[in-house]
């Protein structure tokens, strides 16, 4: 036998093949990564590891003897080219080839880049890597003004991280709000003012026309209104690309990610694709989406060795969320867009709210502000397929426990 083939070696891929081992799957295991480090956890790296307050070891998913005592063969330091499906193999850069019975594409994402005039030039950084979060740990600790472009998630962590570390940060998005994309209008606005508080200038509907320089380093900002701003080092999170190219060489079908069915199967069935690269059916829309987070990558890949082992099922994890900026923990369950009607429960002063998100009177998630039990409800409400109505949401007297206690505790997901 050939074996399973897995092309990345971040959380996704890793996942799939300890899951495999833990199902019992008797052939051989490939882990094919590019960076040369064993499979880390990517979310420290713009929270805790940034801050120096993780080291590399912390950051490993598992030791070098994890994957030795399982019998997964790891090669880490070189990138997948080619894959020839008649033939069942994977071509390396360096010219080796790898037999597969069957492939899985854990191919992740990579940053959207800047078209501006001064992209390129010394100062500029994005984060996607332990390498790039090594680079930007030591930038920040020498810069005396940050400019941090995008106000999503990573833009507003690393602001997090800059302004704690004494610095002084200005957040440049081109939207109206942040985390616009993800996020409701509650969670938007609380998190601006925690920024601002922090001595964070946060610039909406902003946008980025050119990055100038001095001496051939960054020097500041110029925006389309033509106003100018001062910075020695721009930190750009504007979104990212799933890495499909390799996939659509092959003849696979492709359309904002690897085309996926529910059991993360691609056109071609000896070929599975997950996480951030997979486009996939939403279990509760119908409609295909693609989701950028360490859950789903992680959910998909145990569903994919679960079919390779001979126990298929279709996909259909509850999705969540998180990010860490200083003291405030959000949690988020469920995809909210779409919703005409939000909640509170808690108090946004005491920095420990939720807001409950609806469509009519059906639940479509919970976003939490270091109340954890909210998110813990809402993931185990929203898996049972269940709901709660807005006026029990808004009933303070509305007894959550006592709703949770009513729902059979969920099976625990192997691998």
Not at 294 to 319: H, L, M, S, W
Request: glycine share 10%.
């Amino acid at each position: 036998m050939a074996g399973t083939v897995i092309i990345g070696a971040g959380q996704g891929g890793y996942q799939v093949a300890a899951s495999l081992r833990e199902h019992k799957y008797q052939a051989s295991i490939t882990l094919v990564g590019d960076e040369g480090l064993l499979p880390y956890q990517r979310p420290p790296l713009s929270k805790a590891y940034l801050l120096g307050e993780m080291d590399g070891e912390r950051l490993l998913l598992r030791p070098q003897a994890f994957y030795e005592t399982r019998n997964i063969d790891l090669i880490l330091d070189d990138a997948a080219t080619a894959i020839d499906r008649a033939a069942g193999r994977v071509t390396l850069a360096s010219g080796k080839t790898l037999a597969y019975d069957h492939l899985v594409l854990a191919l992740g994402a990579r940053n959207r880049k800047l078209p501006i005039a001064g992209a390129a030039l010394d100062g500029v950084f994005y984060l996607r890597t332990r390498a790039e979060s090594d680079a930007i740990h030591q930038r920040i600790l020498d810069a005396r003004s940050i400019a941090v472009i995008g106000a999503g998630f990573i833009g507003l962590e690393l602001a997090a991280v800059a302004s704690k570390l004494g610095k002084r940060v200005t957040v440049v998005e081109a939207l109206g709000r942040a985390m616009s994309r993800a996020v409701s209008q509650p969670i938007s606005d609380f998190f601006a003012r925690a920024h601002a508080g922090w001595g964070v200038e946060l610039l909406f509907n902003a946008r980025l026309q050119e990055i100038v320089e001095a001496g051939g380093r960054v020097a500041g900002l110029v925006l389309a209104d033509r106003s100018r701003l001062g910075a020695d080092l721009v930190l750009v999170g504007i979104g990212i690309e799933p890495n499909v190219e390799l996939a659509a060489a092959a003849g696979l079908e492709t359309n904002n990610g690897i085309v996926v069915d529910a059991q993360m199967a691609t056109s071609d069935p000896h070929i599975s694709a997950i996480g951030d690269c997979a486009a996939f059916p939403d279990p509760v829309s119908g409609a295909r989406i693609r989701l950028e987070s360490v859950q789903n990558a992680v959910d998909q890949a145990r569903c994919v060795a679960k079919r390779i082992t001979g126990e298929p099922e279709t996909y259909a994890a509850v999705p969540w969320f998180w990010s860490d900026q200083r003291d405030l923990k959000l949690q988020m369950v469920g995809l909210t867009a779409g919703c005409d009607r939000t909640v509170l429960r808690g108090d946004p002063a005491n920095r420990a709210f939720s807001v409950f998100c609806f469509r009519g009177e059906t639940l479509l998630g919970i976003e939490s502000v270091n109340r954890a039990a909210d998110h813990m409800f809402g993931r185990r409400l929203l898996a049972a397929g269940e709901s709660i109505t807005p006026d029990e949401a808004v009933d303070p007297g509305f007894d959550l426990k006592a709703r949770l206690a009513k729902i059979p505790a969920p099976a625990r997901a192997a691998g």
